[in-house]
């Protein structure tokens, strides 16, 4: 009797724990399942389901602000904020008179880095160079270059999408979604003030909401007429160091990339001297309307070592066979190893 | 002076409260109030008398005559910016005509050279920033990126000794090529995406390239 019974809570035992078990394969099998049915959920709604009145009204916004950019009269300051660092601009843009357009955006903490445009030549004061100034539309600075363009230069890889407002620097506010059609790369949150359309704020994260960058007004003041600032900085121009041409040299060796993340279009390839002393190499710039990214291939015996770093810009140098592969720009690690990774030879 | 203002003072004197709130508004009325100030001054000399602190002669109110120094003084305005400052326009009135983009390149320090501050430890970065006359900005978090050499011969960098120089070397070289790269990203950046796409657009290098169309200069003078 004692021995069946004993038996008899083996059985019950084991099957309790075969239950358990199937339960736990059941959980984690149902856990996974949810998961994808949420990421598929969000690509989703981030494809054709959104409303589209939602993504109209998005790009009306993001055109409102377009026109802002490269209209209005206004003197601003921002704070940008990573995960390292905090740093403070002042920021003007103003018409003159003549009839040109003037920008200019310099640091006020630490040593002075001053970006002065005028039409599309820009200056460049750096702290530890001589000023230099080239041909460009655009200043390079915290300010994405992509939100002082055309929605349609972005619109095949991006998506505007307005949400509720908010109040940002005691304005009224809108918010804008700008998704990228690929979570490969980062999205933004941009705020666009409602009553002159003017960027009030940018925010940038991984497709799965992680901070990454944060640059937010905090002060705006629009002007009805020309600033005066702009006019002397016009008047200035004729002081202003003659325009420095891009090297011409073609690449050394012919490279093909089979995997490049779709979106992501050439603009320019060199054979260049990697600033500061750095290896000879062959440059590639890729740009997707929003952000960019260079791919260095460097053969020879001047080669980098193999690396990475995650900030706000990413950095890969992946070796292969015969050459090393460096990738830099605005866009998740992950996808920085995928696109070196891809780098061949051209059989 | 009501009974509570004066009970209010007392407190004052003794520090004794029962709220928080309390105590701002005694504070309050005292800043107010003439005849507050004027019985607490009377009750901090009793207090000093008491004490035996107050000498003969020592005019103990300086209040007033603060006061009417304050009155005289300039209200005080920050000082406006010059909206573009002489100095700063002469740094690029310098002759800069034969200076090749390649030699300022080697010379400029990385651009919002904040921004890759904090690599690994971030103590040699910082510190070549410093040396070259720099001030660091503002660190939010104490720790930043990682740098990560990938190759398994380099110990981790935490645990890199201090006193081993050939794995400081390394991460040196490592800082100067990170830089190096970053920099010369941005400053390809500077001479403009769309620009460049018009002069070099015609090279077939890659087969991306292939679908590449040259996209226009958008700047129509306003």
């Given amino acids: ?347 | 002076m009501t009974d509570r203002q004066n009970e209010q003072l007392s407190a004052l004197l003794d520090a004794h409260f029962e709220s928080e709130s309390q105590c701002s508004e005694s504070i309050e009325n005292l800043v107010r109030n003439e005849d507050a100030q004027s019985s607490w001054f009377h009750y901090q000399l009793i207090g000093a008398v008491m004490r035996n602190e107050a000498k003969v002669g020592t005019r103990l109110d300086i209040s007033a005559a603060v006061a009417a120094q304050v009155a005289r003084e300039p209200a005080m305005i920050a000082p406006r910016k010059n909206m573009l400052a002489a100095f700063r326009a002469q740094q690029w009135l310098k002759p800069a005509a034969n200076v090749a983009v390649a030699a300022s390149v080697a010379l400029v320090t990385v651009f919002g050279v904040m921004q890759y501050q904090r690599i690994d430890d971030g103590s040699a970065v910082e510190g070549a920033v410093e040396r070259n006359g720099h001030q660091s900005v503002l660190q939010t978090i104490p720790m930043g990126g990682t740098l990560n050499p990938v190759s398994f011969t380099v110990p981790p960098a935490r645990s890199i000794n201090n006193d081993d120089s050939a794995a400081n070397q390394e991460r040196a070289l490592q800082r100067a090529q990170l830089q190096a790269y970053m920099l010369d990203h941005e400053l390809r950046l500077q001479w403009g995406v769309q620009q460049a796409t018009e002069a070099t657009s015609a090279e077939g290098s890659t087969e991306a390239n292939e679908s590449e169309q040259p996209k226009q200069l958008e700047e129509p003078p306003q």
């Avoid at chain 1, 998506?159 to 998704?179: F, H, K, P, T």
């Avoid at chain 1, 710039?285 to 900030?311: C, H, K």
Wanted: net charge negative.
């Fill in chain 1, 1 to 347: 009797m004692k021995v069946s019974s004993q038996n008899n809570w083996k059985s019950l035992r084991s099957s309790i724990l075969r239950q358990a078990l199937l339960l736990t394969c059941l959980v984690f099998f149902g856990t996974a399942a949810a998961q994808e049915t949420a990421q598929e959920r969000n690509d989703r709604e981030r494809s054709e389901n959104i409303d589209p009145r939602v993504v109209a009204e998005g790009e009306l916004w993001f055109q409102r602000m377009h026109q802002a950019l490269t209209q209005l009269n206004y003197t601003a300051s921002f704070v940008t904020v990573t995960n390292h660092s905090v740093q403070t601009y002042r920021w003007m843009q103003s018409h003159t008179p003549a009839g040109s357009r003037v920008e200019l955006i310099e640091t006020l903490n630490g040593p002075l880095n001053q970006s002065i445009r005028l039409n599309n030549q820009v200056v460049y004061v750096r702290p530890m160079s001589r000023p230099y100034s080239t041909r460009a539309n655009a200043l390079v600075s915290p300010i994405p270059a992509a939100l002082y363009q055309h929605f349609s230069k972005i619109d095949e890889s991006y998506q505007a999408i307005s949400l509720a407002g908010e109040r940002v620097v005691d304005r009224n506010a809108v918010r804008l979604r700008l998704m990228s059609r690929e979570r490969n790369r980062y999205f933004y949150s941009l705020w666009v003030d409602r009553e002159t359309g003017m960027l009030l704020g940018v925010q940038t994260h991984t497709a799965e909401g992680g901070f990454v960058e944060q640059v937010m007004l905090t002060s705006f003041q629009p002007h009805s007429v020309p600033l005066q600032e702009a006019l002397v900085i016009e008047n200035e121009w004729q002081h202003v160091p003659p325009t420095q041409e891009l090297e011409q040299a073609e690449p050394r060796s012919q490279w093909q990339f089979s995997n490049l993340p779709s979106g992501f279009e050439l603009q320019r390839s060199q054979h260049i001297q990697v600033a500061m002393n750095g290896p000879p190499a062959d440059h590639f710039l890729f740009s997707d309307g929003m952000v960019n990214f260079s791919v260095y291939i460097s053969e020879g015996a001047e080669r980098s070592t193999p690396m990475q770093y995650q900030g706000e810009l990413s950095f890969i140098t992946v070796e292969q066979a015969d050459f090393t592969v460096t990738v830099v720009g605005r866009i998740p690690l992950q996808l920085s190893e995928q696109i070196a990774n891809s780098v061949s030879r051209k059989p």
